[in-house]
C-alpha cells in the first residue's frame, strides 16, 4: 500500500470544513447567552416589560455581530470570550475586518479606550449586511426603496424569461 502523510486540521476548501466552522460559532453562541443569562453580558435591549427583547449577538454563515453595552468591562469580556474561543477552537479572528460601532453620545475619549482594547477600528458607518443597509437611524420611506426597485426589475425580466408568448394569440 501507498503511505501518506497525516496532518493536523482541514485543507482549505474541504467539504466538511464549514460544518466544523458552524459547530465552533455555535459554541460562541452559547458561552455568549450564558453570560448574558448570568448577568455579566449586558445587550442591547428593546422594549419594556414582559414584550422586551435582547439582543447580544447575531450569526450568519461565518460572520458574527456582537452587541454589548459601551463600556470598558463589556469590552474586556467581549476580547476574553473572543480570546478563550480563538484559543479552543483553533480559529483567529480577523482584526483588520472587524469594526466597532457607538451610538451618537458616546464620548470619543471612552470609545477610542474601547477600541485599544478590543483591538478593532470605531466605524461611523456599518455598510451592508446581507445586502441590506445596517441603518442607525429613523427607517424612512426611501430608506430600502433600492430593494423594492431592485425586486421590481428581477421580477419584470423573470416574467419576460418564463412568459415570453403571453398575450399572442396563434
Not at 460559532?25 to 450564558?34: K, Y
Not at 475586518?97 to 458607518?125: H, P, W, Y
Request: proline residues 4%; contains cysteine; glycine residues 6%.
Amino acid at each position: 500500500t501507498d503511505s501518506f502523510k497525516s496532518s493536523r486540521g482541514l485543507r482549505q476548501g474541504d467539504p466538511i470544513s464549514p460544518y466544523l466552522f458552524v459547530l465552533a460559532l455555535e459554541r460562541l453562541g452559547h458561552r455568549i447567552q450564558d453570560l448574558v443569562n448570568n448577568d455579566n453580558w449586558s445587550p442591547l435591549k428593546f422594549g419594556s416589560g414582559s414584550a422586551a427583547v435582547s439582543i447580544s449577538h447575531m450569526m450568519f454563515a461565518d460572520d458574527l455581530i456582537m452587541i454589548a453595552e459601551a463600556t470598558v468591562d463589556q469590552a474586556h469580556l467581549i476580547r476574553n470570550v473572543l480570546d478563550d474561543f480563538c484559543n479552543k477552537s483553533g480559529q483567529k479572528v480577523n482584526l483588520h475586518k472587524s469594526k466597532v460601532f457607538f451610538s451618537n453620545n458616546m464620548r470619543e475619549s471612552n470609545a477610542q479606550v474601547i477600541c485599544d482594547i478590543l483591538g478593532v477600528e470605531q466605524t461611523s458607518d456599518l455598510g451592508t449586511y446581507l445586502g441590506a443597509p445596517m441603518i442607525h437611524q429613523r427607517i424612512t420611506k426611501t430608506t430600502f426603496s433600492f430593494l423594492i426597485d431592485k425586486m421590481r426589475r428581477n421580477y419584470l425580466v423573470e416574467k419576460r424569461i418564463l412568459y415570453p408568448l403571453q398575450g399572442v394569440l396563434p
